[in-house]
């Protein structure tokens, strides 16, 4: 695989995959899917959350990541199946949705590592089935790294695409793999992976307050809080699917030529818009 932009021709039904991968990650954001479905744009609920609520949800999805991350690999089975079974997953997810939109707030605790697990579960068979070997420590890292694509930062911030993400986050899962590769394992306690979790976090947790001020929206409760845990579910899946059909199409045609690909479909994607 090469860093430098060649001449390629790039076979119809990839070229078909990367259109679709663009799609999945340059697409509509996870707070105007919810918006869609509760009426009312969900960052009118954040400003109501109080403050102590925000402090607890920061450590909330930082123990549901890690832990999340070992059961979801460790439990995959070796051979990936035809294609992903997600299905299931995301009806687990529905499930304990509507326990925490049952119960409320206090109900996160309980549902929010499940759901994480389920989560990565379909998102390492989403990698498997693209290619990726989780044996390997790479690969694991980028299944968690699909968490931190799936929150779009601010309009004004020029750095909201896919892969300006992605060249910050690769960095700290070089220095991951590297850490690891000297010690023979991951040392949560090391500057270098408290740098790498903490950024995850910060990008997931953005998606995850959304989730958790749609389920304050006394007119969604348990019915509600399934159907928002499914898209939810449904926003990062496709989130992988794009983000592992790049990493396959980079291995075959190289990183540069797929990135100005990319670019050249995201610019018209994003001009389409506009007009």
């Given at each position: ?149 799936g929150a779009k930062p601010d309009a004004d911030n020029i750095d909201v695409g896919y892969y300006a993400a992605r060249a910050l986050i690769s960095k700290y ?103």
């Open positions: 695989m090469t860093d430098d932009v060649t001449l390629f021709a790039i076979a119809p039904a990839d070229d078909a995959a990367l259109k679709n991968a663009v799609r999945q990650l340059e697409g509509r954001n996870f707070a105007a899917r919810l918006a869609d479905y509760a009426g009312v744009p969900v960052h009118r609920v954040l400003g109501f959350l109080p403050k102590p609520v925000n402090r607890q949800l920061s450590g909330l999805v930082r123990k549901a990541v890690m832990k999340g991350l070992e059961v979801a690999v460790d439990t995959l089975d070796e051979k990936p199946p035809r294609t992903p079974a997600i299905g299931f997953s995301s009806f687990l997810a529905g499930v304990t949705g509507g326990v925490s939109g049952l119960f409320g707030f206090g109900a996160l605790a309980v549902e929010l590592p499940m759901t994480t697990t389920l989560m990565l579960r379909a998102i390492a068979e989403i990698a498997q089935h693209q290619g990726e070997d989780l044996a390997t420590l790479e690969a694991r890292l980028a299944c968690l790294e699909v968490f931190a694509y899962t070089h220095d991951v793999a590297a850490l690891a590769l000297e010690r023979g394992a991951i040392d949560a306690s090391a500057p270098v992976v408290a740098g790498f979790v903490s950024e995850i976090v910060s990008r997931f947790g953005l998606v995850v307050s959304d989730k958790v001020a749609a389920g304050a929206l006394p007119v969604l409760g348990a019915l509600g809080g399934a159907t928002v845990n499914m898209i939810f579910m449904d926003h990062f899946q496709r989130i992988a699917q794009g983000h592992f059909a790049l990493r396959r199409l980079e291995r075959r045609y190289g990183s540069a030529n797929i990135r100005a690909r990319y670019d050249e479909l995201a610019a018209r994607k994003s001009d389409a818009l506009r007009h």
